[in-house]
């Protein structure tokens, strides 16, 4: 049987239509199909036609499928099956889909570290069975949803671009002729956590033989001079260790860069800050502003003493007539706001419980006076019940989960545009905000989990 275009094949082994090509990778040729029998897509990694009579090409396809199916980890592809298609070996494996991290650019430094966790804790899952991996490049990892990435093979990047993408996370040392190591890896994830910063690889061209050697004489620039808004020196010194050129002085392997991470993440939040950028006040803040001004400022009045009638002492004045207008005019104001948007936001409250209709509230100017007043007096847009919207880009939408965190189970999808009120949280669990919300599906209010960073008021 010949390979032609996917729409002149049979569902493999009766079960898998082949729907689309999606690129090749070192070994196989990727396509889109779909499981008839478990009605979900999947991946066909097919042996390329110009190996398969390779005995050592079609050995090392088979035995990286024989680790892949011993190896677990969320970052890394299942796979389901494997079989043969004329003469060519195939193996099934779990569909994903969405934008690489080479597409997205500079990320916030809480993201990056969210998903450089993830490809260094599959690699060190891999180094430590042995297994090998995919390789690593910002090509080769796509965010599929809530704040979680896939390592897969170089099948997104067109072939004649390859050579040169690897060149890019070289290590020196195989510049030089020797061997990939444990510790050669950490260098490539070393920059890898730069560019996901900085939105630029630290060491690029246009020749991949350049590129390579470039990594023997190139200084790596640090993380103040690639972003300065942040002062994080404990990253800092993990990325210069993660990147020196002499591979004795690097973490041994990713495991230990694991180790590292999770030990910076507990100080990451107090030596690490973006740079303040002044905004103007909102009228809001001014009212709340000019009304503290006033209150502040308001004379006290003079408590009289007895003395005698001869004591030639100074006297304080009473205060003016005009500060006890613009005192009792700016009282009156506040108390006026107060009761016309209480009622407003009162009156909402009720058409949205009655009729699930959402009306806009209103934020009342009131200053901190340590008083929690309840959200439908305030207006308070992050209080419970607030409506929300589901918003995730490039996406069919956001999974309903059971519970905060990335691995829990998914109870259905929210499509993009879904209203849901706020339950409770935020929480952060697995680094990602989450938020519980109230769903109305097919005619039942359902309530679940979702990542916060995908939700939006209306």
């Not at 990047?157 to 195989?174: H, I």
């Not at 630029?200 to 200084?219: C, E, N, Y």
Request: hydrophobic share 40%.
């Amino acid at each position: 049987m010949s390979i032609s275009t996917p729409t002149t094949l049979p569902p493999l082994q009766g079960r898998y239509r082949i729907e689309d090509r999606l690129g090749a990778s070192r070994l196989a040729v990727v396509y889109r199909a779909y499981d008839e029998r478990l009605h979900r897509p999947v991946l066909v990694h097919l042996l390329r036609r110009e190996i398969a009579d390779q005995p050592a090409m079609r050995e090392r396809f088979l035995q990286e499928a024989q680790y892949g199916a011993g190896r677990t980890h969320r970052s890394l592809l299942d796979i389901y099956d494997t079989g043969e298609l004329a003469g060519r070996p195939f193996l099934i494996t779990e569909y994903v889909a969405g934008r690489t991290l080479h597409e997205l650019g500079a990320l916030s430094l809480e993201d990056a570290l969210l998903y450089f966790r993830q490809v260094v804790g599959a690699v060190a899952v891999c180094q430590a069975a042995g297994s090998p991996y995919p390789p690593i490049s910002s090509s080769n990892i796509i965010v599929v949803e809530d704040g979680h990435v896939e390592l897969v093979e170089h099948w997104l990047t067109p072939p004649e671009a390859v050579a040169l993408d690897l060149a890019c996370y070289r290590p020196p040392e195989r510049a030089s002729g020797a061997p990939l190591t444990q510790s050669g890896v950490v260098y490539s994830l070393g920059l890898l956590l730069i560019e996901l910063i900085a939105g630029k690889r630290p060491i690029t061209g246009t020749d991949a033989r350049l590129v390579a050697q470039a990594h023997l004489s190139t200084t790596i620039p640090t993380l103040a001079q690639v972003q300065p808004k942040i002062h994080a020196p404990a990253l800092e010194q993990l990325i210069k260790q993660a990147t020196v050129r002499d591979p004795n002085q690097r973490f041994p392997n990713a495991a230990a860069l694991a180790q590292a991470i999770d030990t910076l993440s507990v100080g990451t939040s107090s030596d690490t800050g973006r740079l303040a950028i002044a905004q103007p006040p909102s009228v809001g803040e001014r009212v709340r502003s000019e009304t503290n001004r006033l209150l502040r400022t308001a004379p006290a009045p003079v408590r009289r003493t007895s003395a005698p009638a001869n004591a030639d002492l100074p006297e304080r004045p009473l205060p003016t007539t005009n500060n006890r207008s613009m005192l009792g005019l700016a009282i009156i104001g506040v108390v006026f706001l107060i009761v016309v948007c209480g009622a407003y936001n009162l009156g909402s409250v009720a058409v949205e419980h009655l009729a699930d209709i959402h009306l806009p509230r209103f934020t009342l100017p009131i200053p901190d006076i340590g008083i929690n007043l309840p959200g439908w007096l305030t207006g308070d847009a992050e209080g419970p019940g607030v409506v929300l919207e589901v918003s995730i880009p490039d996406s069919e939408g956001l999974n309903l989960r059971d519970g905060p965190g990335l691995t829990t189970g998914i109870i259905t999808l929210l499509p993009n545009g879904t209203r849901v009120k706020r339950v409770d949280g935020p929480r952060v669990v697995d680094g990602v905000p989450w938020m519980q919300v109230r769903a109305r599906i097919d005619g039942r209010d359902i309530e679940g989990w979702v990542s916060a960073n995908y939700v939006k008021p209306v």
